[in-house]
């Protein structure tokens, strides 16, 4: 291994970066980052969700020649990463329940060969006997610990099998642990640092501020039609609803059903292949929008959810930055909106309060009555949300406005008169003797004609339908936003009921004003990076790769952001690239991804630009290719003893027996030896009737893709067969230009 630090070094990791990820330069502590990974110096990271905190653990193991462990909490979540990281040459694998026996045995022997650079486990895995003695034989020396916010007792996702993993230090002599998390404040820092046991660790924090999310905190007055508009303002997109009840998620997911949206609930109350099946059809694009509890949304990669709606307040900052966090993580613009209402911070202390109850423990729920406190400030104050959530996690936020939140964009403003509407909420509650709750009040101040209201004689009190020209939703909210401010006071219990207090006094004698926020009608502004996210971009174009990339997914089995994220599709669909050289330029295309899918969008782009006489290869910036003797430090070996034996003229069945791996693997190698070398002719492994017959199926369709011809071969030609003539076809185009049989 080079020196860490050197100009190889920086080389060997710049050429990784083109070759798997088609990127150039590195984000803000990205190379700090990668630098503590290969020297093997204990560190913690942390990144905001799309900061780019997994490309700081993919990197080491390339450029230091290695293979590392990654400690990840969810199935899910490893298999959306090793799914991205194959379809860009890198390799990488998982093992998990959810795999056969004889693909665990591939993968252990792929491990013991040296050809992986990462292992996903999990922590449970991760400590078994059986796997802590097969870490020994492969002298795995670093390990990184994704999500490790869930070692702490101050975080939001507390697990206690991560504490175990300490015991790596314990077991392991002179190996390195790498902590990965996207929210953490300076205390659960601290607790990451000290449970893990981490030496001298580089403590590396990124901003936490997530500029291109547009945040928007509104008062909670119709729920489903507050979300039915803003889910219509993303119509086609990817949109993520949480609610706090699983009631309350299938009764919206009902709702935005019944109102031509493919929306379903998820919530941890459902049956486990029910659930699985709504997280699939979400990843895969089948569903625009999931309804659901915070049971959902960890294990989900999808890149390009453009909108998180909160129909109630999350419990804690971290929460709410970890939820909101899943949208944009492509980069690119996306808006959460907050409903709230202060009946949302009495019913979460009412559980905290229970469960102390129950579990005896003061200390746990005084810490999450801090948390929900801090939530609180947030949602009842017009402060720049992006500068709030900066000081939260304990940094500076230097621009005067964001320019992207709801009171930076000038949407909330408040209600006329609103020290006046004030004072006739709060003489209602004096009418009535503060005997009573929220519901009765609103109907008194509404004029409401109910069994109860005439029951109790409240008709013909002097505050009787003070309110009656405002809603019965607005109301309501306007009662909580009092509760919120401290001039009401709501006591638990079973039936909790309104009283005053000395600031409400102050109030009603005129010697305190009240401020009271309402939505502005059609106040909703684009953000400015929203504006420039689609400067130069062909819509029309966008919309065609992304149904391209759809199609490539379902042939493929693989969620459609594995083949291409929406950043990338909106550089093609500027660039609008004709050939490899200028498709190369495109940020999010490495070298194996050039090749394939790379064909099929600049088909598509010369087929678009042609219909629409458009201009092709523009807003070029050139990149070179990777350095070919550093784009992969150390070859696999049997890849390397297949291409020897292919050059040679050894079968595929003779290369399967002789490297160990199955008919699949081997063949892919072949393709690897067609397209490097280029032979005449591969009628070593193909016999000629089924090369012409697959090569005229191609050329009639005009496609490369391997399911739809092996629909139309009947099946009756095995799909390793169909993709080594595809490669050998396209080496027969001239140089640049694809085959006239690929499209």
Same mark, same amino acid.
Request: net charge negative.
């Given at each position: 291994?080079?020196?860490?630090?050197?100009?190889?070094?920086?080389?060997?990791?710049?050429?990784?970066?083109?070759?798997?990820?088609?990127?150039?330069?590195?984000?803000?502590?990205?190379?700090?980052?990668?630098?503590?990974?290969?020297?093997?110096?204990?560190?913690?990271?942390?990144?905001?969700?799309?900061?780019?905190?997994?490309?700081?653990?993919? @990197?080491?193991?390339? =450029?230091?020649?290695?293979?590392?462990? =990654?400690?990840?909490?969810?199935?899910?979540?490893?298999?959306?990463?090793?799914?991205?990281?194959?379809?860009?040459?890198?390799?990488? *694998?998982?093992?998990?329940?959810?795999?056969?026996?004889?693909?665990?045995?591939?993968?252990?022997?792929?491990?013991?060969?040296?050809?992986?650079?990462? #292992?996903?486990?999990?922590?449970?895995?991760?400590?078994?006997?059986?796997?802590?003695?097969?870490?020994?034989?492969?002298?795995?020396?670093?390990?990184?610990?994704?999500?490790?916010?869930?070692?702490?007792?101050?975080?939001?996702?507390?697990?206690?099998?991560?504490?175990?993993?300490?015991? #790596?230090?314990?077991?392991?002599?002179?190996?390195?642990?790498?902590?990965?998390?996207?929210?953490?404040?300076?205390?659960?820092? /601290?607790?990451?640092?000290?449970?893990?046991?981490?030496?001298?660790?580089?403590?590396?924090?990124? &901003?936490?501020?997530?500029?291109?999310?547009?945040?928007? !905190?509104?008062?909670?007055?119709?729920?489903?039609?507050?979300?039915?508009?803003?889910? /219509?303002?993303?119509?086609?997109?990817? =949109? !993520?609803?949480?609610?706090?009840?699983?009631? $309350?998620?299938?009764?919206?997911?009902?709702?935005?059903?019944?109102?031509?949206?493919?929306?379903? *609930?998820?919530?941890?109350?459902?049956?486990?292949?029910?659930?699985?099946?709504?997280?699939?059809?979400?990843?895969?694009?089948?569903?625009?929008?999931?309804?659901?509890?915070?049971?959902?949304?960890?294990?989900?990669?999808?890149?390009?959810?453009?909108?998180?709606?909160?129909?109630?307040?999350?419990?804690?900052?971290?929460?709410?930055?970890?939820?909101?966090?899943?949208?944009?993580?492509?980069?690119?613009?996306?808006?959460?909106?907050?409903?709230?209402?202060?009946?949302?911070?009495?019913?979460?202390?009412?559980?905290?309060? %229970?469960?102390?109850?129950?579990?005896?423990?003061?200390?746990?729920?005084?810490?999450?009555?801090?948390?929900?406190?801090?939530?609180?400030?947030?949602?009842?104050?017009?402060?720049?949300?992006?500068?709030?959530?900066?000081?939260?996690? &304990?940094?500076?936020?230097?621009? $005067?406005?964001?320019?992207?939140?709801?009171?930076?964009?000038?949407?909330?403003?408040?209600?006329?008169?609103?020290? +006046? =509407?004030?004072?006739?909420?709060?003489?209602?509650?004096?009418? #009535?003797?503060?005997?009573?709750?929220?519901?009765?009040?609103?109907? @008194?101040?509404?004029?409401?004609?109910?069994?109860?209201?005439?029951?109790? &004689?409240?008709?013909?009190?002097?505050?009787?339908?003070?309110?009656? $020209?405002?809603?019965?939703?607005?109301?309501?909210?306007?009662?909580?936003?009092?509760?919120?401010?401290?001039?009401?006071?709501?006591?638990?219990?079973?039936?909790?009921?309104?009283?005053?207090?000395?600031?409400?006094?102050?109030?009603?004698?005129?010697?305190?004003?009240?401020?009271?926020?309402?939505?502005?009608?059609?106040?909703?502004?684009?953000?400015?990076?929203?504006?420039?996210?689609?400067?130069?971009?062909?819509?029309?174009?966008?919309?065609?790769?992304?149904?391209? %990339?759809?199609?490539?997914?379902? $042939?493929?089995?693989?969620?459609?952001?594995?083949?291409?994220?929406?950043?990338?599709?909106?550089?093609?669909?500027?660039?609008?690239?004709?050939?490899?050289?200028?498709?190369?330029?495109?940020?999010?295309?490495?070298?194996?991804?050039?090749?394939?899918?790379?064909?099929?969008?600049?088909?598509?782009?010369?087929?678009?630009?042609?219909?629409?006489?458009?201009?092709?290869?523009?807003?070029?910036?050139?990149?070179?290719?990777?350095?070919?003797?550093?784009?992969?430090?150390?070859?696999?070996?049997?890849?390397?003893?297949?291409?020897?034996?292919?050059?040679?003229?050894?079968?595929?069945?003779?290369?399967?027996?002789?490297?160990?791996?199955?008919?699949?693997?081997?063949?892919?190698?072949?393709?690897?030896?067609?397209?490097?070398?280029?032979?005449?002719?591969?009628?070593?492994?193909?016999?000629?009737?089924?090369?012409?017959?697959?090569?005229?199926?191609?050329?009639?369709? &005009? +496609?490369?893709?391997?399911?739809?011809?092996?629909? *139309? #071969?009947?099946?009756?030609?095995?799909?390793?067969? !169909?993709?080594?003539?595809?490669?050998?076809?396209?080496?027969?185009?001239?140089?640049?230009?694809?085959?006239?049989?690929?499209?």
């Amino acid at each position: 291994m080079t020196a860490p630090g050197t100009d190889m070094d920086v080389t060997r990791t710049i050429s990784a970066i083109q070759e798997y990820w088609g990127f150039d330069e590195l984000r803000p502590l990205q190379a700090e980052a990668i630098r503590a990974g290969v020297e093997q110096r204990d560190s913690l990271v942390v990144m905001p969700t799309g900061g780019g905190k997994s490309l700081c653990y993919q @990197v080491p193991p390339v =450029v230091a020649d290695r293979t590392d462990v =990654v400690v990840s909490p969810l199935i899910s979540l490893m298999k959306d990463q090793v799914d991205g990281l194959r379809a860009s040459g890198y390799p990488a *694998a998982a093992l998990n329940s959810a795999i056969s026996n004889d693909e665990q045995r591939d993968v252990i022997r792929d491990l013991q060969s040296g050809d992986l650079r990462l #292992l996903f486990v999990s922590p449970e895995r991760l400590l078994m006997p059986g796997f802590l003695a097969l870490v020994h034989k492969t002298n795995i020396r670093a390990f990184a610990i994704d999500e490790a916010h869930c070692i702490s007792h101050w975080g939001h996702d507390f697990r206690p099998e991560y504490r175990r993993l300490r015991e #790596l230090k314990e077991i392991f002599d002179g190996i390195s642990l790498h902590a990965f998390t996207a929210t953490a404040t300076p205390r659960v820092q /601290r607790d990451i640092v000290e449970q893990l046991g981490l030496e001298n660790p580089n403590v590396l924090v990124g &901003g936490a501020d997530r500029p291109n999310l547009t945040y928007r !905190i509104l008062p909670r007055v119709d729920v489903q039609g507050q979300t039915l508009e803003v889910v /219509r303002r993303h119509a086609g997109e990817a =949109v !993520i609803v949480y609610c706090i009840t699983r009631k $309350e998620t299938e009764t919206l997911a009902s709702v935005l059903g019944a109102n031509g949206v493919r929306a379903a *609930a998820y919530h941890a109350g459902m049956d486990a292949k029910k659930r699985r099946r709504t997280q699939e059809a979400f990843s895969i694009e089948n569903l625009d929008v999931v309804v659901a509890t915070v049971a959902f949304g960890m294990g989900i990669d999808r890149s390009n959810v453009r909108c998180v709606i909160h129909t109630g307040m999350p419990k804690s900052m971290e929460h709410y930055q970890q939820e909101t966090g899943r949208a944009g993580r492509d980069g690119l613009p996306a808006e959460c909106v907050l409903l709230y209402s202060a009946a949302d911070v009495l019913r979460w202390q009412g559980l905290v309060q %229970r469960n102390e109850v129950e579990d005896g423990d003061a200390a746990a729920a005084a810490a999450q009555l801090e948390l929900l406190r801090h939530m609180q400030g947030l949602c009842s104050t017009l402060e720049c949300r992006h500068r709030a959530l900066s000081r939260y996690f &304990g940094q500076p936020y230097e621009p $005067e406005s964001c320019g992207a939140c709801d009171v930076c964009l000038d949407e909330v403003e408040p209600m006329p008169e609103s020290t +006046t =509407v004030a004072r006739k909420i709060l003489s209602c509650v004096a009418r #009535l003797e503060q005997r009573f709750g929220v519901g009765q009040v609103v109907q @008194v101040l509404r004029g409401a004609d109910t069994d109860t209201v005439r029951k109790w &004689g409240h008709e013909h009190v002097s505050t009787y339908g003070l309110l009656r $020209e405002l809603p019965e939703k607005t109301v309501t909210n306007l009662v909580y936003q009092l509760v919120d401010q401290n001039l009401l006071e709501r006591p638990g219990g079973d039936r909790p009921i309104l009283q005053l207090n000395e600031q409400s006094v102050e109030v009603l004698r005129g010697e305190r004003e009240v401020r009271l926020v309402e939505p502005k009608v059609g106040a909703v502004r684009r953000s400015q990076a929203e504006v420039e996210s689609m400067e130069g971009v062909d819509a029309g174009l966008f919309e065609r790769l992304r149904e391209l %990339r759809r199609e490539l997914a379902r $042939e493929r089995g693989v969620p459609p952001y594995v083949i291409f994220d929406d950043r990338t599709l909106r550089d093609i669909a500027r660039v609008r690239p004709t050939s490899p050289e200028t498709m190369r330029s495109v940020r999010g295309v490495g070298e194996k991804k050039l090749v394939d899918p790379g064909p099929a969008f600049l088909d598509a782009v010369r087929a678009h630009c042609a219909e629409h006489d458009l201009a092709t290869d523009v807003n070029v910036v050139a990149r070179p290719a990777p350095v070919a003797s550093g784009s992969r430090p150390r070859s696999n070996p049997a890849r390397d003893e297949a291409m020897r034996l292919f050059a040679g003229g050894a079968s595929l069945a003779d290369v399967t027996a002789a490297t160990g791996r199955t008919l699949r693997t081997v063949a892919g190698y072949l393709v690897d030896y067609v397209q490097a070398v280029r032979p005449e002719g591969v009628e070593e492994w193909v016999p000629e009737i089924e090369y012409d017959r697959v090569a005229k199926v191609a050329a009639d369709l &005009g +496609t490369d893709r391997l399911k739809p011809l092996f629909r *139309a #071969l009947d099946g009756e030609v095995s799909y390793e067969t !169909i993709s080594v003539v595809l490669a050998h076809q396209a080496t027969l185009a001239p140089d640049g230009e694809p085959s006239e049989n690929l499209a």
